[in-house]
């Protein structure tokens, strides 16, 4: 078995498939924040060369790495396996984690691998490991293969986005970054990105205010795509609903508003701090506690663990009034969650957007808003709406980052393969999803028209978040598909 490392954390070292969990090791081991790839891919491209692989970095920053076809099968369709090498890196604000050096620490519960307190990498690290495995495997019958590993995938798809045309060889790609076990993925969503910024005046501390900090925490956070439709809640669009409550009872002063850490995840946590009138300072613990209670009410099932406190903070200047109301009322305006739900695919969200991040201080600051739509006059239209709210008192809106969704093609002769395959191997039909998620799969089929592309993957819950975990058994059972469709290819 060729492995990348011999460092195995205890909680994967019993774990089977073993090759698979050991390549996971060294990803989990390696630093791999979107555009800091650049350790993990070279370790990955000496590994490769060690092997007699080919490999080439091509100007993106993507690692392709080629095996030639076994003795008989050169005769066969070239395949591409695929995957993305970065992972969103999230984690609770009472973690010291250091994402740009510190590994991530897995565990073992209950059957399945999380990560306490960060983000575990699963999402695309499982993917990545088994074509790692693959590509190591001496005894596996297959055709030409090349490993497309991109980079900058959750940070704005750029290692897929600068992909060149006539890289690549094979018309076959397998990509491995969905998380439902059982279900071959046929479509996704594209999306764009809104970015806002404005500045404005700061004005001195008003007399008789003491500063404060608000805490909104606990959320679940999760993908702002796969988890959009199910009410989680918001952080951001939380706290400012609880500060325009403040602002109703007397003059609150904004000071700093930050929140959420990731585009493409749910904002679990808010932080802002205001100039509170010492009248009203005095009540503001009980305030935030008939909030908490109202929150807790609203998302009943949802966000059980929703907290709001205030502490004591230190402040000179407060952000000028009118920009005060503009960023507020603005952000509370603006758009969040589900836009439509599909009419032809049941089930599937059509059109999101997600208010992902915000920080801001006493003299202006930025946000940022994520819209996914299956259809790209969806993701459009939701994004001309967003800058024209935000044009509305005169603020810069930028739309930046699209890329296409992937159609799906029903009559794909590889997903009749892989579906022949699942029935073969488990005894089961499988099903075929779309998902209102951005795969890469969208941007490498519009760069090589008729390719024919097929993702699936290991069972992995709370993408994005702390607490992200994949299932063992799931993972056995991947790799089980994974390696009788290569081998089940030309045949």
């Not at 890196?89 to 897995?106: E, L, T, V």
């Not at 030409?144 to 060889?169: N, S």
């Not at 009540?283 to 109202?294: C, F, G, K, N, P």
Request: charged letters at 15%.
């Amino acid at each position: 078995m060729s492995t990348l490392t011999s460092a195995m954390p205890d909680a994967l070292s019993h774990l089977e498939p073993a090759a698979v969990w050991a390549h996971f090791a060294t990803l989990c081991r390696i630093p791999r924040q979107s555009k800091q790839e650049d350790a993990l891919r070279d370790h990955l491209r000496q590994w490769a060369d060690s092997l007699g692989l080919g490999t080439q970095v091509d100007p993106a920053g993507n690692l392709i790495v080629r095996k030639p076809a076994s003795p008989g099968r050169e005769h066969v369709p070239g395949l591409v396996l695929q995957g993305h090498l970065d992972m969103v890196c999230q984690k609770n604000s009472d973690s010291s984690h250091d994402f740009s050096r510190d590994p991530i620490r897995p565990v073992l519960k209950d059957g399945w691998v999380m990560a306490e307190g960060t983000t575990l990498g699963a999402d695309n690290g499982m993917g990545v490991a088994m074509i790692l495995a693959l590509l190591a495997d001496p005894a596996l019958p297959h055709g030409p293969i090349e490993a497309l590993f991109t980079v900058d995938e959750e940070a704005g798809m750029g290692g897929a986005q600068g992909l060149q045309p006539g890289l690549l060889q094979g018309r076959l790609m397998l990509n491995l970054d969905t998380e439902a076990w059982g279900e071959f993925y046929l479509g996704c969503a594209g999306g764009m990105d809104v970015n806002v910024a404005r500045t404005g005046p700061a004005e001195p501390m008003p007399p008789e205010h003491d500063a404060w900090r608000i805490s909104l925490t606990g959320l679940r956070g999760g993908h702002s795509g796969v988890n959009i439709h199910e009410e989680r809640g918001n952080a951001i669009k939380l706290l400012v609903r609880v500060l325009q409550g403040l602002q109703a009872l007397g003059d609150v002063r904004l000071i700093s508003l930050q929140g959420g850490s990731a585009r493409n995840a749910l904002p679990r946590e808010a932080f802002a701090v205001v100039a509170v009138p010492e009248a009203l300072a005095a009540d503001l613990a009980q305030i935030l506690l008939s909030w908490q209670t109202l929150l807790l009410q609203e998302l009943e099932g949802v966000e059980p663990r929703l907290a709001l406190r205030a502490d004591a903070a230190q402040a000179s200047q407060v952000m000028a009034a009118a920009e005060q109301d503009i960023w507020l009322q603005s952000l509370h305006a603006a758009p969040h969650g589900v836009r439509r739900m599909s009419q032809r695919v049941p089930g599937v969200v059509e059109t999101s957007n997600n208010l992902g991040m915000v920080d801001m201080g006493p003299t202006g600051g930025h946000c940022n808003f994520m819209v996914r739509s299956l259809r790209d006059s969806g993701s459009q239209a939701l994004a001309d709406e967003i800058v024209s709210l935000w044009a509305l008192s005169g603020t810069q809106a930028e739309q930046s980052g699209a890329y296409p969704g992937w159609t799906p093609n029903p009559d794909s002769p590889l997903l009749a393969l892989c579906q022949r395959v699942y029935l073969s191997e488990f005894k089961a039909p499988s099903a075929v999803q779309v998902i209102h998620a951005g795969l890469e799969c969208g941007i490498i089929a519009a760069k090589y028209p008729g390719m024919d592309i097929v993702s699936f993957g290991p069972t992995i819950k709370g993408a994005h978040a702390p607490g992200e975990q994949v299932e063992v058994a799931s993972v056995a059972r991947t790799w089980q598909l994974f390696t009788a469709i290569v081998s089940a290819i030309g045949t």
